[in-house]
T-cell receptor, first 117, second 111 residues
Framework: GAVVSQHPSWVICKSGTSVKIECRSL??????MFWYRQFPKQSLMLMAT?????????EQGVEKDKFLINHASLTLSTLTVTSAHPEDSSFYIC?????????????FGNGTRLTVT | DAKTTQPPSMDCAEGRAANLPCNHS???????VYWYRQIHSQGPQYIIHGLKNNETNEMASLIITEDRKSSTLILPHATLRDTAVYYCIGASYNQGGKLIFGQGTELSVKP
């Protein structure tokens, strides 16, 4: 089955630093990837849609200059949290859709837990 | 995306069938119904999806009403490992294929 890998699985950083999270589709090419954020005891919140070779589309209320997304290849998208603050501490999850049928399901990574101190 | 309504929590006895309902009365004709589940501190896992016909795979069955206003996910023989939050989502490619998660149903399978 389709596998999406995220790295790192957890990271602790100091306030003011930047953190990069990688999302890779291991056995399929992903033209579209999605980034979500999840706070404790809450549901997943869509942050942005990442398309290979073009600029990401951000959901309302998500700062594009703070959450930089790069989708440079058909198997890799990255999310960089710039100048991180404690309120950015969250569980970040990526997902990807293959180049198959248009209604094929999204496959999710196992998430990255970010803690900003 | 179709707005979906699910009960916040359900219990099920181990070995029995778990029937998880979802209302999606505003679903449009080209929106599929997707079911995912999330076990604590992991990414969501795809379970099944359908448009209007009932679907079955190795994990579950999906029963969609004829008017498509509601559906039921059936786990035929629930195990303790099925304890998770289950999400029902309506989505279509026309909307960019993105999935908008609601609050889901927290299923507890008890011995």
């Amino acid at each position: 089955g389709a596998v999406v890998s995220q790295h790192p699985s957890w990271v602790i950083c100091k306030s003011g630093t930047s953190v990069k999270i990688e999302c890779r589709s291991l056995d399929f090419q992903a033209t579209t990837m999605f980034w979500y954020r999840q706070f404790p005891k809450q549901s997943l919140m869509l942050m942005a849609t990442s398309n290979e070779g073009s600029k990401a589309t951000y959901e309302q209320g998500v700062e594009k200059d703070k959450f930089l997304i790069n989708h440079a290849s058909l198997t890799l998208s990255t999310l960089t949290v710039t100048s991180a603050h404690p309120e950015d501490s969250s569980f970040y999850i990526c997902s990807a859709r293959g180049t198959g049928s248009y209604n094929s399901p999204l496959h999710f990574g196992n998430g990255t837990r970010l803690t900003v101190t | 995306d179709a707005k979906t309504t699910q009960p916040p929590s359900m219990d099920c006895a181990e070995g029995r069938a778990a029937n998880l309902p979802c209302n999606h009365s505003t679903i449009s004709g080209n929106e599929y119904v997707y079911w995912y589940r999330q076990i604590h501190s992991q990414g969501p896992q795809y379970i099944i999806h359908g448009l209007k016909n009932n679907e079955t795979n190795e994990m579950a069955s999906l029963i969609i009403t004829e008017d498509r206003k509601s559906s039921t996910l059936i786990l035929p023989h629930a195990t303790l490992r099925d304890t998770a939050v289950y999400y029902c989502i309506g989505a279509s490619y026309n909307q960019g294929g993105k999935l908008i998660f609601g609050q889901g149903t927290e299923l507890s399978v008890k011995p």
